[in-house]
């Protein structure tokens, strides 16, 4: 069995999206590419062939871990969030007392980060700082370029 993996609404739509994807138009187009490749003849030296093989592989691969990980996975309910203390769906308002500005992140399972759209990873070095700590508290995070010293101004959904 998988590990459990936190989801919004919207990431699991992503995923469901994600495999539909690669279930109805990559599998086929791959299918496409293996029998175009076995009417050219010889399939023991025949590159295409084992090119798209290779594909076929990998997108394999990359359904089935898409599928463990929608089996293993956990919708949350933002609106149930607990805003006294830093958990997965909150967002948070810090201060960086080294560079003295303020930014606000997302904590979400690793699967939905992404840090152009403010949402960090619980587990990375900064969501796991902050998580269970309370507004007010001041955390020190080591990132590769430095420590970095964090105070938590707001934690709201």
Do not use: W
């Amino acid at each position: 069995m998988g590990e459990i993996t936190y989801l919004t609404k919207e990431g699991l739509e992503n995923l469901k999206n994600e495999l539909n994807q690669l279930k109805s138009v990559e599998r086929p187009r791959i299918s496409k590419a293996i029998a175009e490749a076995r009417e050219k003849g010889d399939l023991s030296e025949n590159a295409e062939y084992d090119a798209a093989k290779e594909a076929q592989g990998m997108l394999e691969m990359k359904i089935a871990q898409l599928q463990t990980l929608m089996a293993n996975a956990r919708l949350i309910d933002a609106s149930k969030v607990d805003t006294s203390r830093v958990t997965i769906l909150c967002s948070v308002k810090v201060k960086n007392h080294s560079l003295k500005k303020e930014f606000t992140y997302m904590l979400v399972s690793e699967k939905e980060a992404d840090i152009k759209l403010g949402k960090i990873s619980v587990k990375s070095a900064i969501g796991g700082a902050l998580m269970g700590k309370e507004k007010g508290d001041i955390v020190e995070v080591q990132v590769p370029a430095g420590m970095m010293k964090l105070e938590i101004l707001d934690i709201f959904r």
